[in-house]
């Protein structure tokens, strides 16, 4: 018998691959030849993990530390996790509402696998973090995309929320900074969407990635009580507010694949089984590693590297509008830059391809983060010093003329 290989999961030809990945293997086939290339193009921090978590995690290889742990995570860093909360956003949360995932990842899995069937809609901005819209896919639920532009800061609103309701909209997907716009929702607003979804009874997912990246304003995070009498919100109950994090961007941990979410308790055994069955546990070593992530002069370093990304975007931004690119809501935080090329351009994708060719500098389509006006954008991530975003404007300014 012979297996058709066109006898794939129907969800197979509603996922797509990220087109930026086409670019980076034109950009590393450049760099074979010899050509310097400058990587604007990948979203992860260029700082190397810090000393004590990388210390943390020789010191469990030394003690042979290395089988599965509880598939919720390690109890001691659930509570550091929670713990962090306290301190930092006064949020009390109990340690069993931390799971422990791989990465944001496997947080959102766990979310949608638990949450979402077939049937069920999930409401999330365009442009925005694709590999969201794939989750909700990946579990066959509808993704209801709605296109938002900077009226909203390039976010969804209770507004725009409650316009768009689908009798099917189960949960709402909010990620605040945001990728690829680095903007925020301010606290107000977050605050009257959590009182409409409660009102709706449906979920909200806050993935809070980007929380201490932030430039202009203290982190904060959707769990925090709000004031309920300054703007009218009816109650301060927060059991349908789901958070999604991960030591992966302000703790400088992508390649560990570690994150968490806080779910409300009623999720817990939900959860739970999920991560049994898919991941069994997140990678003893990087939980072991984590544990450091938290310490004050892990947190020291983070904050320098923090100012230092401002530093960047604070170079980077009147430098692309000079260009001519248009950035009509200065991001807040992440470290990326989603600027409007329309009077440079209308086809980002091949403006990306052009100008990698032409200067060697890689960027990323609009294509990547949605259908949302995709040919008008591109996506510029700040995660090199200052010297090589010079050099990258430089290379810009010799294209563009
Ligand atoms: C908004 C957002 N959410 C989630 C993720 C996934 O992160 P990780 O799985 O590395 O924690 C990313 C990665 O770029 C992201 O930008």
């Known amino acids: 018998m012979t297996i058709a290989f066109n006898q794939l999961a129907p969800r197979m030809e509603v996922i797509q691959p990220f087109h930026v990945m086409s670019l980076l293997g034109r950009a ?32 469990a290889l030394r ?18 996790v929670a713990d962090f909360y306290q301190q930092h956003f006064s949020v009390n949360i109990s340690a069993s509402q931390v799971v422990i995932t791989p990465g944001a990842s496997g947080a959102l899995l766990l979310i949608t696998g638990a949450l979402i069937g077939r049937g069920d809609a999930v409401m999330l901005a365009d442009p925005g973090y694709p590999c969201n819209q794939n989750f909700v896919r990946f579990v066959d639920g509808e993704v209801q995309a709605i296109a938002v532009d900077e009226s909203s800061q390039y976010q969804l609103t209770a507004e725009i929320i409650a316009k768009n309701w689908q009798e099917n909209t189960k949960a709402v997907l909010i990620a605040s900074p945001a990728n690829p716009t680095g903007t925020i929702v301010a606290e107000d607003e977050m605050l009257k969407i959590i009182d409409l979804l409660r009102e709706k009874q449906a979920y909200l997912i806050v993935d809070e990635i980007y929380q201490g990246l932030v430039y202009d304003n203290e982190p904060y995070c959707a769990l925090k009580p709000g004031d309920i009498t300054n703007i009218g919100v009816q109650s301060n109950d927060k059991s349908h507010v789901i958070i999604v994090n991960s030591f992966s961007k302000y703790f400088q941990m992508t390649g560990w694949r570690i994150g968490w979410c806080i779910v409300p308790e009623h999720l817990l055994d939900s959860c739970e ?38 530093q ?22 992440a470290f990326y830059m989603y600027c409007d090329c329309s009077t440079l351009t209308d086809n980002s994708m091949t403006f990306a391809h052009d100008l990698l060719e032409q200067t060697g500098l890689a960027i990323t389509p609009g294509i990547d983060f949605g259908q949302n006006k995709p040919q008008s954008y591109v996506r510029l991530t700040y995660t090199k010093d200052i010297s090589v975003l010079e050099q990258a404007v430089q290379r810009l300014e010799q294209f563009l003329t």
């Open 28 to 59: 590393k086939e450049l760099e074979q030849q010899g050509r310097d290339i400058i990587h604007l193009e990948v979203g992860e921090p260029d700082f190397a993990t810090p000393p004590a978590i990388l210390e943390a995690a020789m010191q």
């Open 63 to 80: 003690l042979g530390d290395t089988q599965y742990t509880p598939s919720l995570g390690l109890m001691s860093l659930r509570q550091a």
């Open 273 to 310: 089984r999920l991560s049994q069955n898919l991941f069994l546990a997140t990678p003893t070593l990087s939980q072991k590693a984590a544990l450091a992530a938290f310490l004050p002069e892990t947190l020291e370093i983070l904050e320098q590297r923090r100012e230092l990304f401002k």
């Open 312 to 333: 960047r975007r604070d170079y980077l931004y009147p430098k692309l509008l000079d260009l001519g690119f248009k950035i009509p809501v200065k991001p807040q935080g």
